[in-house]
């Protein structure tokens, strides 16, 4: 059984910043592209970010590029969302998804399985 868990939201003022864990277990994903996305209330989910199998490389979203660093560890079968600087905008549940397609990672149709989110609250 795939499970995908994410750990790390809270409730932060704006400026602050919070680490996001993903740790996956079922089977590994070091050959996959894996990634973050968001969901705000009454908005849909949009791309956050995504990093390749070897973490060379890495993708983000125009609004936190910048701001937001992904990171993973293939010997722990865990990915990271370092996010800085956090802004209001920011505030929503956040989820990790592997794998991506390497050519449509931002889509999240493309994504094969889903974490259960952890909230991420931005107070002004």
């Known amino acids: 059984q795939v499970q995908l868990v994410e750990s790390g939201g809270g409730l932060v003022q704006a400026g602050d910043s919070l680490r996001l864990s993903c740790a996956a277990s079922?089977?590994?994903?070091?050959?996959?592209?894996v990634g973050w996305f968001r969901q705000a209330p009454g908005k849909e989910r949009e791309f956050v970010a995504a990093?390749?199998?070897?973490?060379?490389?890495?993708y983000y979203a125009d609004s936190v590029k910048g701001r937001f660093t992904i990171s993973r560890d293939n010997a722990k079968n865990t990915v990271y969302l370092q996010m800085n600087s956090l802004k209001p905008e920011d505030t929503a549940v956040y989820y990790c998804?592997?794998?991506?397609?390497?050519?449509?990672?931002?889509?999240?149709?493309?994504?094969?399985?889903w974490g259960q989110g952890t909230q991420v609250t931005v107070s002004s």
């Open positions: 998804a592997a794998p991506l397609s390497p050519l449509y990672y931002s889509d999240p149709n493309h994504a094969g399985y």
């Open positions: 990093v390749n199998w070897s973490g060379t490389r890495t």
């Open positions: 079922g089977r590994t994903f070091s050959n996959n592209h």
